[in-house]
């Protein structure tokens, strides 16, 4: 009696190469995304850090630049011969405009305070000062510095030192020969402002620290353990260069922060003071997201892993199932036809699916010609409705070049924003208003193309508002508003905001019309 050989069914195979396949691959493709998502991931936290700094150091530059063009503007005002009266009273207007101004004064070509705001240091002699030397010198800026003559007249908010940014012009009479100094002391707390209006939208979860730091590494704003401090980091020295970018590096404390950094390039005729700024976050904190991805990515596989491994078996059952049923018909439809099927000892499934094969084939051979018949009529019916949806897609396409025409040859400027803030149409009209070319705009932050700076805050809170509550009042009401052009001149005009928020589309439109021309 010989020994039969044991052959495997085909279920059992479906089986066996459904779960080794679906774990090879759950494996190599969890491995490969993880890694090439954890390197995105991190690649995008860095350039978010390097774009705050960026954010920054443009708004320091930008309010920098509006604080010395409104000191020199009073300056020329009040160059010629001094009427002290007149002088008192444009130190107190500066003043009321930007409270930030701590002091204001002008003094007599030798150093004498003559004016001052709230009548602080009048009668002292100021000439030894740096402010008043660099003012001679045509050197307008002065870098931070703790206050001296002032810090007892005016105390110490909060227990921390006062601290000035100088700005001061030399006063000249009509031959050119210097009359007097106008000086002022910024106070330090503006930047603290610039500090809130772009970190606090970051969010209140996560913590970054920005750091401002002078072009000597002293550490001018920032932790409380590290101010006043000199850093010498990689970022730091990178921002010396004039690169802006991230890095990973540890920092005095022992701690591994991931830092965006940047530097100060001053703003039109304002030079900049050499300021560079790191935005810092814990490393552990920065990269949370990508580990949180590793755990999930890992639990997803493992699920894969699992469900596929149950799914080719049931999948190997039912596939087999029906093969049996499906030999034991073709037998019986021919029966009466002897066919001999190439015997195969590979596994028994194909064994008997082989005999009733042939049985099969006149029966395959009828249908041929009915499913070529059925082709024919499907290919026919597939272009009529392919002809249809191509004429669909040219009537929307022809809406739009419509929509687009009336919005370049409308009238009066016509501007398009997203939810983010950034511009997303900008007609011929605008371009001619605003200065700024539709290629140019298109992309950018609405609030930095032609909105003051002093209502940037404002406009950034209220589209942060609308993404909280999804309410805008300002829809669909006509407004008065004061814009700015590319020179910096600011517009008066009327708008009327649209609000359009569909699956589709998601923007706001306004139509400008210019007061100047039709008050």
Known sequence: MGLTQRRFSLGAWLALAFTLLSLLLTVMLTLFSDRTASQQVRQSIGANLAELANQ????????????????????????????????????????????????????????????????????????????????????????????????????????EPLRFVDIAFPLKDDSGQITGVLGVHLSWKWAREIEQAIFVPVGRSRTIDPLIVSSTGAVLLGPPDVEGSVLKLPSVDAANRGERGFVRETWPDGKDYLVGYSNDQGFEDYPGLGWRVLVRQDLDEAYAPVNQMHRRM????????????????????????????????????????????????????????????????????????????????????????????????????????????????????FIGMDFEGCVTDWNAQAEQLFGWSREEALGESLAHLVVPVRYQVAFIEALAQFHITGDASFVGQRMRRILVDRSGNELPVEMKIGLINTDRLKLFSAFIRDLREHP
């Open 298 to 413: 890992l639990l997803g596989g493992l699920v894969a892993a699992l469900l596929f491994s149950l799914l080719g078996w049931g999948l190997a059952r039912w596939i087999t199932r029906p093969l049996l049923g499906l030999a034991d018909v073709a037998r019986g439809l021919e029966a009466g036809y002897a066919v001999k099927a190439p015997a195969s000892n590979a596994y028994e499934e194909v064994a008997i699916l082989g005999s009733a094969f042939n049985s099969l084939v006149h029966t395959l051979q009828h249908n041929e010609v009915e499913m070529r018949q059925l082709n024919v009529s499907l290919e026919r019916r597939v272009q009529e409705r392919t002809a249809e949806l191509q004429d669909s897609f040219e009537r929307v396409d022809d809406n739009e070049a419509r929509t687009r025409a009336m919005i370049d040859t409308a009238q009066e400027p």
């Open 56 to 159: 920054t150091t443009s708004r320091l530059d930008q309010a920098m630049f509006e604080r010395h063009r409104e000191v020199r503007l009073i300056a020329n005002r009040l160059s010629g011969t001094l009427d002290l009266a007149e002088v008192r009273t444009e130190i107190d207007a500066l003043q009321q405009s930007y409270p930030t101004y701590a002091w204001i004064g002008v003094t007599d070509p030798t150093g004498k305070v003559l004016v001052a705001s709230r009548n602080m240091l009048e009668g002292v002699d100021v000439s030894q000062r740096p402010w008043f030397q660099n003012a001679l010198n045509n050197q307008a800026m002065g870098d931070v510095h703790e206050a001296l003559l002032l810090a007892q007249l005016m105390g110490s908010p909060g227990g």
